[in-house]
């Protein structure tokens, strides 16, 4: 795992370290063959975030948020409907998309003061003025 997952590590170093776990570790079980096989198979998907400069490395981000939707829903009974269920859920991703971040430390102290949509929202494109932010590509 260490030869082909963990970070900064080349193509061809991967690439290297997957052919190494193919013939040293597998023993010649078909599983562990066809686990290599898979992972070589889809290596590009596997490893784009490498390609993808200041792409998180983790699930931090992830788990972070599932933590504070856990939060909201616990203090949530229930919900009278399917139709009211989805549109807490369509608010609260509304706000914690235009929420800006306060808190970020270290490598990502840059991103305080920045809604997650502006750091996300694909290159060039016009942002939404619906949600009441100014782009900060024309404010000057």
């Excluded at 013939?23 to 889809?42: C, F, G, K, W």
Aim: glycine share 4%.
């Amino acid at each position: 795992m260490y030869h082909v997952f963990s970070d900064p590590l080349t193509r061809q170093e991967r690439e290297a370290g997957l052919l190494y776990i193919s013939e040293h570790r597998t023993n010649h079980d078909p599983l562990l063959q066809s686990i290599v096989v898979a992972i070589a198979t889809r290596f590009d998907d596997l490893f784009r975030y490498t390609t993808i400069d200041r792409c998180p490395k983790t699930n931090n981000i992830i788990e972070c948020f599932n933590s504070h939707l856990k939060q909201r829903l616990n203090s949530i009974k229930g919900f009278q409907s399917f139709t009211s269920a989805e549109r807490f859920l369509n608010a609260f991703l509304i706000r914690h998309r235009t929420k800006p971040f306060t808190d970020c430390e270290g490598q990502f102290k840059h991103f305080n003061g920045l809604i997650p949509l502006q750091n996300s929202i694909k290159l060039n494109s016009p942002f939404p003025q619906i949600l009441g932010f100014q782009d900060p590509k024309t404010e000057r």
